[in-house]
Nanobody
């Protein structure tokens, strides 16, 4: 059984920064892709950023230049550094890790950007 535990969400003013982290535990052989998704009220869940086992990254256009995804394979951890946050970044953020053919999800962490 694999579990993902997220941390780092909260309330921040526009222009501020937050760092999200997600650590996997359990029966882990090798983690392929890692990523962060978000879901705002009334909207579909969307991929925010992803990172492959080789370190290649991709971002949704709306966060390019503001968010940075990184991973620590030794610690089975993926992080998302979010800078210059905007109110439209407000959502529940979920980490995702793919191990073999199975996708695992974190429980979600709320990020609220508001003055």
């Amino acid at each position: 059984q694999v579990q993902l535990v997220e941390s780092g969400g909260g309330l921040v003013q526009p222009g501020g920064s937050l760092r999200l982290s997600c650590t996997a535990s359990g029966s882990i052989f090798r983690i392929n892709t890692m990523g962060w998704y978000r879901q705002a009220p009334g909207k579909q869940r969307e991929l925010v950023a992803g990172i492959t086992s080789g370190g290649a990254t991709n971002y949704v256009d709306s966060v390019k230049g503001r968010f940075t995804i990184s991973r620590d394979n030794a610690k089975n951890t993926v992080s998302l550094q979010m800078n210059s946050l905007k109110p439209e970044d407000t959502a529940v953020y979920y980490c995702n890790m793919r191990i073999l053919t199975i996708a695992y999800w974190g429980q979600g962490t709320q990020v609220t950007v508001s003055s």
